[in-house]
């Protein structure tokens, strides 16, 4: 129960210590007196709630501060004059719990009285009082239980809601009618009504707002957010009709949702309501609201009120369970409930709590966020729920400083928090929920939850699941699709199809889903039917037909006899269509309607055809028979002898009346021609005064005389078409209409015209308009195709597939893929299915060839083609482009060699290896070598291995074979001073030798040479020498097979040979070993030394033949060379195409062969002096033995030549070479293609060799730079095609290019040729313009001029010794990474303006580095520019008022009057600036005669003046530059306006002698008809009207006008005289019988009611008091009530005196009250003498002018109040600049914060920037 506080104002006592406690009343001062001891303090009495004022409420408003008891000494400056002491403290609370009041007092210290209050009130306590507290009300009502009443005890309840004293005790006796007031005033915060916050206090009712503030008058809103602006709930209206039968007795109307409000439903009908519920808990119940009161239903109460014919069931809410309103049935009538309630929107944004600081100290800052939330669950939910909601706002995030205090001097430095706004606290992360289990009427769906860690690299991570603890987890099931599922809808139903007996009744059935929209998915079977039977009470007493008498429904019958077109309803109705025009012209016709069956769908609000059969009534006529006036004039004439008869007794009579002509009637029609009757009145002849008419004689009566008036055309007006079908079916579509401006200019003719909008005066009606606006169904939307994965071989594109839904404001709203019910549109798909063109695949770079300095690399390459399915396949290398020389093999550099005889290192040992390569010829007892290299020895020979080394001792040395540990044997020597011995050398000792001297090791292969010149294979597995030999005498030719080299340049074996792991390193020299033993070109004595049998087989001594030893002595016994040597073979055989290897590989081993015994003959010669040398040297001539590489090329090729029928013809190829440049002396160099050439000061000759094949046979031609080499006594051109360069000078320095041409195409090759090895690049000196090609290819030096979008290669060809380094430039800014070509190439894809500027390739070496440029201009070409306002600004700068055109592609046209000026415009952009040059009649405009013309604004704007008929025509622009040409044309056209007689407009008549033609005057420009306007200075031609339709009229009744209404309201009477006449062609208008008129048109009538509305007037009461709110000084308002009244004193609705001026019901009056006005104390002292922030205050109070009293503010409001601060010394303080106080400033300008006061003036700077 709640803690009823004591009443304490009832306790309070004061003693008085000589000052006063004072106490305002309303109406003045009460004062205790002095005098007494003590004195009771009166309790103070509030203003009332009706008259609360400002000044009070301030008070009020302010009381909840609390004060410190302290500051009662300390007074404010405004308490010192006023003589008040401090407020004392608050008191306690008058209740605990549900809103209570506490009160503050204070004391006056003057001996007079103290102006102001010396108590103020606040609330305290509010919060809800728990459920079993009680009504506070009731338990002060309960109080007075145990005290008696008129001498008995009662239990008394509490009675609320006095409207007379609601904050009186009043209280009503349990069981009885027995209401008693038990006390005068209820306890401080007793509520004064139950249903508001207002609560009483000593015994007045006081306002208190929904923020429990007491004078606060801010209220809920209908979703009950205190001062909300009703965004967070929606209002829901709607109505259900009852679809209840004897199967279905129970329907449900609506599910009003937990939480909804102000709920309402009114049912009529004899149907009856009851409540389901449900909590959230799911516990349900009912309620079946058998009987009228109030009731409370899972806490929410519920008030039910049920009348014979109707139920109203209101709940205030917020609901605490979703109620489900069902509907039972009770009678055979159909009931309807609407029904109106606030729904809440459920998901809303919430604001989460700050983050953690992003430091521990020295000042960090946190955020917020916002989550979306769900008020149902109490949990939160993905944001995808809130963003449905458009009403729904996310709020910003909030940015705070925190943890500002300075971090210890122990720690040194900042500690930073893991967590910042960079790197997010770990969170939950959802996998997208599964599909629905159900696709309506609720379902579930699942997902997985796992907490996730986002790193400064955005990687995300799974961690434990306690690091995202600090929120709660994201829920892992969910309902889904909990709205109804479509549900049949039945209209009302139609009445009765007959008006007695036994008929049909329709109705309209849709099918409607949760959202109240037609849709489909209802089930069929339950579908209500949409015809039934139907009875009339009535007894049909007509004969019993066999269909039912069909009623004939009023608006039925109304629509044939008025022809009214029907308005769709919302019941199926027939709609005619308007009626046809007539089929014929003249005579009797027909004309023809659609009728259609059709139904107003109300929640689309658009138009449904149904069948026929869905209509009830009768079919309105779809034709009927129309009569469109009589042919050739035909019509009832009468007989000269019926005339005779007519008028002969007449003719004798003279009366003093007749029948005269006075004046016409107004005209029919205002505009098109209409008619004009002639008025008869009956005069007196004599007095020429009208007569009543029955006085003159009816059948002398003159003819009806009509004339055609208002002839000019209508003016215009527009005429509009029909709506187009909506655009979309959803969202929001657009609907399309005509409208055009029109005039009639005939109305006879039906003649209608269409003009310029311009002519039509009113505003135009709007031709398009928003349809279908409500959401769409989710569905899939699909992005653009990416682009393809690859260019061609079959690639895959991928398109994002989004679920998505179409919202009524035409945005779209992304949603999860659970929501999109179809299947998924495809997201990726095969894309360029065609084959690849071929291309060169390349392997990894080898290892450096050498070991320390300067070395190459080298790879292989294989040509190969993606086929269109995607897979590899090796081809012909023919197929591929020609492999640069570069792409294949690339020097290396590693650390610098040490020099001989300075170690590297002190201490460390080194081995002095020799790289040499041997090949035994002949057999030699004993051979030494040095490790190192390689040896292909005969067998049976001794060979001594040394293993010279330094900074080692020789005993240490050790050796292995294959691997293996080597001691020494009876075959083998290991001698302690380091070599080896091998005694006779057999197969088993070939092998791989190492030598070990410390860390340094060194190798040395040996390989035999077996009797066939063919190398020996080494045993792989053999034990022994005995086992060896057995395997010899077994099979003798298997021994000694042919070594198969496994690197695959010369071995035709497949892959896996080329890469297996039986590559052995000794074995990459024994192919070209192979070849040399196999040469051809040994002299012939040689061979019988390779025909030596094996010993082992001979058993023969081991000594040579003398003879044949004397016989060969020149040949050396061992052939050496240097390794190197055969790398650069092996190098320049890798870079062949496959099918030259063969040929290629024969020339470099006989030229190698060549070499080594060159180099043998000069060893020889230097060895053996001429006296010494036995047999002259053996000649060996270079053609027949030993052929060198360009004469057996030559030879080949003739060959070729000769054989061309036998060998294929082939385009020209040069072969390349890798061998660097051979110094054959000190002043000689020659060199092939490919290499750099270093000149050096002593170079005296320079040989660059260049050999193709081809077929026919190539011609060789050389350039240097670029242009032909001119040879002279210097340059020559060898007999072998190559070039010598004698004597070179620093001019031959460039690159030389051997250029190979035949039949079938060409092959060129470059040498550079620097000096001393300074870089080189190779230039070109032009300018390269494109505006076709897609790609170009251009070298350095040269300026490319382009279009877009053109893929732009620049080459930069290098060379030096060592090699240049490249690096580009682009204006002169280093290129980051650039995309290279191949040899430092640049490659520019798709240009665009943005890559124009100069770029620059640089090439540096050692010795030097080179620049060159090449300038890369974007050409633009002349266009059409897509903005016209600079052109156009240019033609208004130009001439303001000249007309102008502008030209285009196209042509353009611009009509001018003669002797005009005029502009043409040349709209053109394009880069470089286009030239402008003018055309006319396609000859430039100055060499035109008599054109006076000046071309302004560089040739885009083209005056031409004095224009006359030589001057029109087509002129012509022509915008041309490098990329192209633009035309673009514009004819002028000099005409004038004239007028033009056209054919006779229609007959002003169709019969009489009134009808006339007047010709149509025309205004025409070039045949075409224009405005009239155009020719109001050309004089008219004059036209003449002609008679027509002259002949006899058929009769036809006349009528006059009206005549004046009897009475001016209340009802009365007008009339018109009607006669039949017939108007002859002579003009003369006779009457005739009524008969003819009859037969032709029923009479018009001649009488009838007019003025039939009541005769009213505005009646006023007398004025009231002028008590009204102030307006001004003195000035008040004063009322009187105005009402509307019949003469008879009948009052009416106002509308029923509209048309009358209604008098004022409002005055303005003087008034004592109002004279008042504001007054203001001086200003107190600034808060700051610098500064923004200093403010000064002072009192503003509103006074009575004769009391200079206080009155309320209200009475001041006519006046502006006076401000009571300001802001002042606002001025800069000094040294005080604007600059950020927090290092945070940068975020808070992200977060878009500098708008918030708070964090401007902290980041003054950065928000100043902003």
């Not at 809103?99 to 010396?118: D, I, P, T, V």
């Not at 109305?747 to 031709?767: F, G, H, W, Y």
């Not at 679920?803 to 779209?812: E, L, P, T, V, Y």
């Given at each position: 129960?709640?803690?009823?506080?004591?009443?304490?104002?009832?306790?309070?006592?004061?003693?008085?210590?000589?000052?006063?406690?004072?106490?305002?009343?309303?109406?003045?001062?009460?004062?205790?007196?002095?005098?007494?001891?003590?004195?009771?303090?009166?309790?103070?009495?509030?203003?009332?709630?009706?008259?609360?004022?400002?000044?009070?409420?301030?008070?009020?408003?302010?009381?909840?501060?609390?004060?410190?008891?302290?500051?009662?000494?300390?007074?404010?400056?405004?308490?010192?004059?006023?003589?008040?002491?401090?407020?004392?403290?608050?008191?306690?609370?008058?209740?605990?719990?549900?809103?209570?009041?506490?009160?503050?007092?204070?004391?006056?210290?003057?001996?007079?009285?103290?102006?102001?209050?010396?108590?103020?009130?606040?609330?305290?306590?509010?919060?809800?009082?728990?459920?079993?507290?009680?009504?506070?009300?009731?338990?002060?009502?309960?109080?007075?239980?145990?005290?008696?009443?008129?001498?008995?005890?009662?239990?008394?309840?509490?009675?609320?809601?006095?409207?007379?004293?609601?904050?009186?005790?009043?209280?009503?006796?349990?069981?009885?009618?027995?209401?008693?007031?038990?006390?005068?005033?209820?306890?401080?915060?007793?509520?004064?009504?139950?249903?508001?916050?207002?609560?009483?206090?000593?015994?007045?009712?006081?306002?208190?707002?929904?923020?429990?503030?007491?004078?606060?008058?801010?209220?809920?809103?209908?979703?009950?957010?205190?001062?909300?602006?009703?965004?967070?709930?929606?209002?829901?209206?709607?109505?259900?009709?009852?679809?209840?039968?004897?199967?279905?007795?129970?329907?449900?109307?609506?599910?009003?949702?937990?939480?909804?409000?102000?709920?309402?439903?009114?049912?009529?009908?004899?149907?009856?309501?009851?409540?389901?519920?449900?909590?959230?808990?799911?516990?349900?119940?009912?309620?079946?609201?058998?009987?009228?009161?109030?009731?409370?239903?899972?806490?929410?109460?519920?008030?039910?009120?049920?009348?014979?014919?109707?139920?109203?069931?209101?709940?205030?809410?917020?609901?605490?369970?979703?109620?489900?309103?069902?509907?039972?049935?009770?009678?055979?009538?159909?009931?309807?409930?609407?029904?109106?309630?606030?729904?809440?929107?459920?998901?809303?944004?919430?604001?989460?709590?700050?983050?953690?600081?992003?430091?521990?100290?020295?000042?960090?800052?946190?955020?917020?966020s916002a989550e979306c939330y769900d008020l149902r669950s109490n949990r939160v939910v993905a944001d995808q729920y809130c963003h449905y909601y458009p009403e729904n706002i996310k709020p910003k995030p909030k940015l705070q400083e925190c943890n500002l205090d300075p971090c210890p001097a122990s720690d040194g430095y900042k500690q930073i928090m893991p967590y910042d706004l960079y790197h997010p606290l770990p969170r939950w992360e959802a996998t997208p929920w599964t599909a629905c289990s159900s696709s309506c009427g609720g379902g579930i769906q699942s997902r997985a939850v796992s907490c996730v860690e986002e790193d400064i690299q955005g990687h995300v991570t799974s961690v434990e699941e306690w690091k995202c603890m600090y929120t709660p987890k994201m829920p892992i099931v969910q309902p889904c699709n909990i709205f109804d599922c479509p549900k049949w809808l039945a209209q009302e139903w139609s009445p009765c199809t007959v008006t007695c007996g036994q008929g049909l009744r329709y109705r309209v059935v849709l099918c409607i889903d949760h959202r109240g929209m037609h849709t489909g998915g209802c089930s069929p079977k339950t579908k209500p039917h949409i015809k039934e039977e139907c009875v009339i009470p009535t007894p049909c007493y007509k004969p019993k037909e066999k269909l039912p008498v069909e009623a004939k429904l009023p608006w039925y019958k109304q629509a044939q006899e008025l022809e009214e077109g029907a308005a769709v309803s919302e019941e199926p109705s027939f709609i005619p269509e308007a009626w046809s025009a007539c089929t014929v012209t003249c005579g009797v016709g027909t004309q023809v309607r659609m009728v259609r069956c059709q139904v107003l769908l109300s929640f689309s609000q658009s138009v449904a055809d149904l069948p026929v059969d869905e209509c009830e009534g009768p079919k309105p006529a779809s034709q009927r028979a129309c009569y469109a006036g009589p042919c050739n004039g035909e019509g009832p004439e009468l007989t000269p002898e019926e005339t005779d008869g007519l008028f002969g007794g007449l003719q004798d009579f003279d009366e003093l009346y007749d029948w005269e002509y006075e004046g016409f009637t107004k005209c029919s029609e205002s505009c098109g021609g209409g008619v004009q009757e002639a008025v008869v009145s009956c005069l007196n002849k004599q007095t020429r005064e009208p007569a009543d008419e029955n006085l003159c004689v009816t059948s002398r009566r003159p003819p009806?005389?009509?004339?055609?008036?208002?002839?000019?055309?209508?003016?215009?007006?527009?005429?509009?078409?029909?709506?187009?079908?909506?655009?979309?079916?959803?969202?929001?579509?657009?609907?399309?209409?005509?409208?055009?401006?029109?005039?009639?200019?005939?109305?006879?003719?039906?003649?209608?015209?269409?003009?310029?909008?311009?002519?039509?005066?009113?505003?135009?009606?709007?031709?398009?308009?928003?349809?279908?606006?409500?959401?769409?169904?989710?569905?899939?939307?699909?992005?653009?195709?990416?682009?393809?994965?690859?260019?061609?071989?079959?690639?895959?594109?991928?398109?994002?597939?989004?679920?998505?839904?179409?919202?009524?404001?035409?945005?779209?709203?992304?949603?999860?893929?659970?929501?999109?019910?179809?299947?998924?549109?495809?997201?990726?798909?095969?894309?360029?299915?065609?084959?690849?063109?071929?291309?060169?695949?390349?392997?990894?770079?080898?290892?450096?060839?050498?070991?320390?300095?300067?070395?190459?690399?080298?790879?292989?390459?294989?040509?190969?083609?993606?086929?269109?399915?995607?897979?590899?396949?090796?081809?012909?290398?023919?197929?591929?482009?020609?492999?640069?020389?570069?792409?294949?093999?690339?020097?290396?550099?590693?650390?610098?060699?040490?020099?001989?005889?300075?170690?590297?290192?002190?201490?460390?040992?080194?081995?002095?290896?020799?790289?040499?390569?041997?090949?035994?010829?002949?057999?030699?007892?004993?051979?030494?070598?040095?490790?190192?290299?390689?040896?292909?020895?005969?067998?049976?020979?001794?060979?001594?291995?040394?293993?010279?080394?330094?900074?080692?001792?020789?005993?240490?040395?050790?050796?292995?074979?294959?691997?293996?540990?080597?001691?020494?044997?009876?075959?083998?020597?290991?001698?302690?001073?380091?070599?080896?011995?091998?005694?006779?050398?057999?197969?088993?000792?070939?092998?791989?030798?190492?030598?070990?001297?410390?860390?340094?090791?060194?190798?040395?292969?040996?390989?035999?040479?077996?009797?066939?010149?063919?190398?020996?294979?080494?045993?792989?597995?053999?034990?022994?020498?005995?086992?060896?030999?057995?395997?010899?005498?077994?099979?003798?030719?298997?021994?000694?097979?042919?070594?198969?080299?496994?690197?695959?340049?010369?071995?035709?074996?497949?892959?896996?040979?080329?890469?297996?792991?039986?590559?052995?390193?000794?074995?990459?020299?024994?192919?070209?070993?192979?070849?040399?033993?196999?040469?051809?070109?040994?002299?012939?004595?040689?061979?019988?030394?390779?025909?030596?049998?094996?010993?082992?087989?001979?058993?023969?001594?081991?000594?040579?033949?003398?003879?044949?030893?004397?016989?060969?002595?020149?040949?050396?016994?061992?052939?050496?060379?240097?390794?190197?040597?055969?790398?650069?073979?092996?190098?320049?055989?890798?870079?062949?195409?496959?099918?030259?290897?063969?040929?290629?590989?024969?020339?470099?081993?006989?030229?190698?062969?060549?070499?080594?015994?060159?180099?043998?003959?000069?060893?020889?010669?230097?060895?053996?002096?001429?006296?010494?040398?036995?047999?002259?040297?053996?000649?060996?001539?270079?053609?027949?033995?030993?052929?060198?590489?360009?004469?057996?090329?030559?030879?080949?090729?003739?060959?070729?030549?000769?054989?061309?029928?036998?060998?294929?013809?082939?385009?020209?190829?040069?072969?390349?070479?890798?061998?660097?440049?051979?110094?054959?002396?000190?002043?000689?160099?020659?060199?092939?293609?490919?290499?750099?050439?270093?000149?050096?000061?002593?170079?005296?000759?320079?040989?660059?060799?260049?050999?193709?094949?081809?077929?026919?046979?190539?011609?060789?031609?050389?350039?240097?730079?670029?242009?032909?080499?001119?040879?002279?006594?210097?340059?020559?051109?060898?007999?072998?095609?190559?070039?010598?360069?004698?004597?070179?000078?620093?001019?031959?320095?460039?690159?030389?290019?051997?250029?190979?041409?035949?039949?079938?195409?060409?092959?060129?090759?470059?040498?550079?040729?620097?000096?001393?090895?300074?870089?080189?690049?190779?230039?070109?000196?032009?300018?390269?313009?494109?505006?076709?090609?897609?790609?170009?290819?251009?070298?350095?030096?040269?300026?490319?001029?382009?279009?877009?979008?053109?893929?732009?290669?620049?080459?930069?060809?290098?060379?030096?010794?060592?090699?240049?380094?490249?690096?580009?430039?682009?204006?002169?800014?280093?290129?980051?990474?650039?995309?290279?070509?191949?040899?430092?190439?640049?490659?520019?894809?798709?240009?665009?303006?943005?890559?124009?500027?100069?770029?620059?390739?640089?090439?540096?070496?050692?010795?030097?580095?080179?620049?060159?440029?090449?300038?890369?201009?974007?050409?633009?070409?002349?266009?059409?520019?897509?903005?016209?306002?600079?052109?156009?600004?240019?033609?208004?700068?130009?001439?303001?008022?000249?007309?102008?055109?502008?030209?285009?592609?196209?042509?353009?046209?611009?009509?001018?009057?003669?002797?005009?000026?005029?502009?043409?415009?040349?709209?053109?952009?394009?880069?470089?600036?286009?030239?402008?040059?003018?055309?006319?009649?396609?000859?430039?405009?100055?060499?035109?005669?008599?054109?006076?013309?000046?071309?302004?604004?560089?040739?885009?704007?083209?005056?031409?003046?004095?224009?006359?008929?030589?001057?029109?025509?087509?002129?012509?622009?022509?915008?041309?530059?490098?990329?192209?040409?633009?035309?673009?044309?514009?004819?002028?056209?000099?005409?004038?306006?004239?007028?033009?007689?056209?054919?006779?407009?229609?007959?002003?008549?169709?019969?009489?002698?009134?009808?006339?033609?007047?010709?149509?005057?025309?205004?025409?420009?070039?045949?075409?008809?224009?405005?009239?306007?155009?020719?109001?200075?050309?004089?008219?031609?004059?036209?003449?009207?002609?008679?027509?339709?002259?002949?006899?009229?058929?009769?036809?009744?006349?009528?006059?006008?009206?005549?004046?209404?009897?009475?001016?309201?209340?009802?009365?009477?007008?009339?018109?005289?009607?006669?039949?006449?017939?108007?002859?062609?002579?003009?003369?208008?006779?009457?005739?019988?009524?008969?003819?008129?009859?037969?032709?048109?029923?009479?018009?009538?001649?009488?009838?009611?007019?003025?039939?509305?009541?005769?009213?007037?505005?009646?006023?009461?007398?004025?009231?008091?002028?008590?009204?709110?102030?307006?001004?000084?003195?000035?008040?308002?004063?009322?009187?009530?105005?009402?509307?009244?019949?003469?008879?004193?009948?009052?009416?609705?106002?509308?029923?005196?509209?048309?009358?001026?209604?008098?004022?019901?409002?005055?303005?009056?003087?008034?004592?009250?109002?004279?008042?006005?504001?007054?203001?104390?001086?200003?107190?002292?600034?808060?700051?003498?610098?500064?923004?922030?200093?403010?000064?205050?002072?009192?503003?109070?509103?006074?009575?002018?004769?009391?200079?009293?206080?009155?309320?503010?209200?009475?001041?409001?006519?006046?502006?109040?006076?401000?009571?601060?300001?802001?002042?010394?606002?001025?800069?303080?000094?040294?005080?600049?604007?600059?950020?106080?927090?290092?945070?400033?940068?975020?808070?300008?992200?977060?878009?914060?500098?708008?918030?006061?708070?964090?401007?003036?902290?980041?003054?700077?950065?928000?100043?920037?902003?």
């Open positions: 129960m709640a803690r009823l506080a004591a009443p304490w104002h009832s306790r309070l006592l004061a003693r008085i210590l000589g000052g006063t406690w004072c106490l305002l009343y309303v109406a003045g001062q009460v004062c205790g007196d002095q005098s007494q001891g003590a004195v009771f303090l009166r309790e103070f009495t509030l203003i009332r709630r009706e008259s609360l004022h400002e000044d009070f409420l301030s008070d009020l408003l302010n009381s909840h501060k609390t004060e410190d008891p302290s500051s009662r000494t300390a007074r404010s400056e405004e308490d010192r004059d006023g003589l008040w002491d401090a407020w004392g403290p608050w008191s306690e609370c008058s209740r605990t719990c549900g809103g209570g009041a506490s009160y503050s007092l204070r004391r006056c210290l003057s001996s007079k009285s103290c102006e102001g209050r010396n108590i103020r009130y606040r609330t305290c306590s509010n919060v809800d009082c728990p459920p079993e507290a009680g009504d506070f009300r009731a338990q002060q009502c309960s109080a007075h239980n145990d005290v008696k009443h008129h001498g008995q005890f009662y239990e008394w309840l509490p009675v609320a809601n006095d409207p007379d004293n609601p904050c009186s005790l009043k209280c009503q006796a349990k069981g009885t009618t027995l209401v008693v007031e038990l006390a005068p005033k209820v306890l401080d915060g007793t509520r004064c009504y139950t249903e508001s916050l207002d609560m009483c206090i000593s015994g007045l009712c006081q306002i208190v707002g929904c923020d429990h503030q007491l004078g606060s008058t801010i209220k809920e809103d209908n979703c009950g957010v205190c001062n909300g602006d009703g965004s967070t709930c929606r209002l829901v209206r709607g109505q259900y009709k009852s679809q209840l039968s004897a199967t279905k007795l129970d329907d449900t109307v609506v599910a009003i949702p937990y939480g909804s409000r102000h709920i309402r439903l009114v049912l009529k009908g004899p149907d009856h309501l009851y409540l389901e519920t449900k909590t959230l808990q799911g516990a349900k119940g009912e309620n079946s609201l058998s009987s009228t009161g109030t009731f409370l239903v899972d806490n929410s109460s519920v008030d039910f009120q049920k009348f014979p014919d109707k139920e109203i069931l209101r709940m205030t809410g917020p609901l605490t369970a979703d109620f489900i309103v069902k509907i039972h049935s009770s009678g055979p009538a159909d009931s309807t409930v609407q029904f109106i309630f606030y729904q809440p929107i459920i998901h809303r944004w919430r604001e989460t709590d700050f983050f953690p600081c992003s430091a521990t100290c020295g000042g960090g800052y946190q955020l917020t009806r005389l009509l004339k055609s008036c208002s002839l000019d055309p209508c003016p215009a007006r527009w005429e509009i078409g029909k709506w187009s079908p909506c655009s979309l079916t959803c969202g929001v579509g657009l609907q399309t209409r005509d409208v055009f401006c029109s005039h009639l200019l005939s109305r006879e003719m039906n003649e209608t015209i269409i003009l310029a909008d311009e002519l039509c005066r009113q505003p135009k009606p709007s031709t398009v308009q928003a349809c279908n606006r409500f959401n769409c169904p989710p569905a899939w939307y699909p992005a653009q195709w990416q682009p393809c994965s690859r260019t061609c071989g079959g690639g895959i594109q991928k398109r994002e597939v989004l679920c998505k839904q179409r919202m009524a404001d035409g945005s779209f709203l992304e949603l999860p893929e659970t929501f999109c019910s179809a299947s998924k549109l495809a997201s990726q798909q095969a894309c360029k299915k065609d084959d690849c063109p071929s291309e060169w695949l390349l392997s990894e770079w080898t290892e450096c060839s050498t070991s320390c300095g300067e070395g190459t690399q080298t790879r292989s390459a294989i040509c190969r083609k993606v086929l269109k399915t995607g897979v590899s396949a090796i081809v012909n290398s023919s197929l591929c482009p020609p492999l640069p020389f570069s792409s294949s093999i690339r020097p290396c550099m590693l650390a610098t060699c040490t020099r001989p005889g300075r170690p590297a290192t002190k201490h460390s040992p080194h081995i002095a290896a020799a790289r040499k390569i041997y090949i035994q010829t002949r057999r030699q007892r004993k051979l030494h070598f040095v490790v190192g290299g390689f040896a292909y020895l005969l067998p049976k020979t001794a060979v001594v291995l040394r293993c010279p080394t330094r900074r080692f001792r020789k005993p240490l040395i050790t050796w292995e074979k294959d691997g293996q540990h080597l001691i020494s044997s009876a075959h083998v020597t290991v001698a302690p001073f380091g070599y080896l011995k091998i005694h006779r050398l057999k197969p088993s000792d070939a092998g791989v030798y190492t030598c070990s001297a410390g860390p340094a090791r060194e190798q040395f292969v040996i390989k035999l040479i077996g009797g066939n010149r063919k190398l020996v294979a080494r045993p792989l597995s053999l034990r022994s020498e005995d086992e060896a030999l057995a395997v010899r005498k077994a099979s003798p030719k298997e021994a000694l097979q042919t070594h198969k080299h496994q690197n695959g340049i010369f071995s035709n074996g497949s892959k896996a040979e080329k890469r297996g792991p039986a590559a052995d390193p000794g074995s990459r020299y024994d192919d070209l070993v192979s070849r040399l033993l196999e040469q051809g070109g040994w002299p012939g004595e040689l061979l019988a030394s390779w025909e030596v049998q094996d010993s082992t087989e001979r058993n023969t001594s081991s000594e040579e033949d003398q003879n044949s030893e004397q016989a060969l002595w020149h040949l050396p016994f061992t052939m050496v060379t240097e390794q190197r040597r055969l790398d650069d073979i092996l190098r320049n055989l890798s870079q062949q195409p496959e099918e030259l290897r063969d040929v290629y590989s024969k020339h470099l081993v006989a030229q190698l062969a060549q070499e080594i015994f060159r180099s043998h003959l000069e060893h020889q010669d230097v060895l053996l002096k001429p006296s010494e040398r036995r047999i002259p040297p053996v000649a060996i001539p270079p053609h027949k033995h030993v052929s060198g590489f360009s004469s057996s090329l030559r030879t080949s090729a003739a060959g070729e030549a000769a054989g061309g029928s036998r060998r294929p013809h082939r385009k020209p190829t040069i072969l390349r070479k890798i061998s660097a440049a051979q110094q054959l002396s000190a002043s000689e160099v020659v060199t092939h293609l490919g290499q750099t050439v270093a000149l050096a000061s002593g170079t005296l000759s320079v040989l660059l060799h260049c050999e193709a094949i081809g077929n026919p046979r190539p011609t060789i031609s050389w350039a240097r730079n670029g242009e032909e080499v001119h040879f002279s006594d210097r340059i020559l051109l060898q007999p072998d095609d190559s070039l010598q360069i004698l004597a070179p000078v620093e001019a031959d320095v460039g690159f030389y290019t051997c250029n190979a041409t035949n039949a079938l195409g060409y092959d060129s090759v470059s040498i550079a040729v620097t000096l001393a090895g300074k870089p080189l690049v190779k230039t070109s000196r032009g300018t390269v313009i494109n505006t076709e090609d897609p790609a170009i290819t251009v070298d350095v030096g040269s300026t490319i001029k382009t279009v877009k979008g053109v893929n732009v290669t620049i080459n930069c060809q290098v060379a030096g010794v060592p090699e240049a380094e490249v690096t580009w430039f682009r204006n002169k800014t280093k290129l980051g990474s650039p995309p290279h070509g191949h040899e430092g190439s640049l490659l520019l894809t798709d240009v665009s303006p943005s890559d124009q500027g100069l770029y620059s390739c640089r090439a540096a070496n050692v010795h030097g580095e080179l620049t060159e440029n090449t300038q890369l201009l974007i050409l633009d070409p002349p266009q059409v520019p897509t903005q016209l306002e600079d052109i156009k600004a240019l033609l208004s700068a130009s001439g303001p008022n000249l007309p102008s055109v502008l030209t285009s592609p196209l042509g353009a046209q611009l009509v001018l009057d003669p002797g005009n000026s005029a502009l043409l415009g040349c709209p053109v952009k394009g880069h470089p600036t286009p030239n402008i040059t003018w055309f006319h009649g396609g000859q430039p405009v100055a060499t035109v005669t008599g054109l006076t013309h000046h071309i302004l604004a560089a040739g885009q704007i083209l005056q031409v003046a004095n224009l006359s008929g030589g001057s029109q025509g087509e002129f012509s622009c022509l915008a041309q530059n490098e990329a192209g040409t633009l035309v673009q044309k514009a004819s002028l056209v000099i005409q004038d306006y004239w007028w033009s007689v056209d054919r006779l407009a229609t007959c002003s008549a169709s019969c009489g002698n009134r009808g006339v033609q007047q010709p149509r005057l025309r205004c025409l420009l070039n045949s075409t008809e224009v405005s009239p306007t155009h020719c109001a200075g050309k004089a008219r031609p004059a036209v003449q009207p002609t008679a027509c339709n002259r002949r006899d009229c058929p009769s036809r009744w006349m009528v006059t006008s009206w005549s004046a209404c009897t009475r001016s309201c209340g009802g009365g009477v007008q009339t018109r005289r009607v006669t039949c006449q017939k108007l002859k062609a002579s003009g003369i208008s006779t009457p005739v019988s009524n008969d003819l008129c009859t037969q032709l048109a029923k009479r018009p009538v001649d009488t009838q009611a007019c003025n039939q509305q009541l005769c009213v007037e505005w009646a006023f009461s007398s004025w009231g008091q002028c008590n009204g709110p102030c307006i001004g000084p003195h000035l008040a308002v004063q009322h009187r009530q105005v009402f509307c009244q019949t003469r008879d004193g009948i009052t009416l609705p106002s509308e029923q005196c509209s048309a009358l001026p209604r008098p004022v019901s409002t005055q303005n009056c003087w008034s004592e009250a109002c004279s008042v006005h504001w007054r203001v104390s001086l200003w107190s002292l600034c808060t700051a003498t610098c500064g923004n922030y200093g403010f000064q205050a002072r009192r503003v109070e509103c006074v009575h002018a004769r009391t200079n009293k206080a009155v309320p503010e209200h009475l001041c409001s006519w006046g502006p109040r006076p401000a009571n601060w300001q802001r002042c010394n606002v001025t800069p303080c000094e040294n005080m600049e604007c600059r950020d106080t927090t290092r945070y400033c940068e975020k808070v300008k992200q977060l878009k914060l500098c708008q918030l006061s708070q964090f401007k003036s902290r980041c003054c700077g950065t928000c100043g920037k902003a």
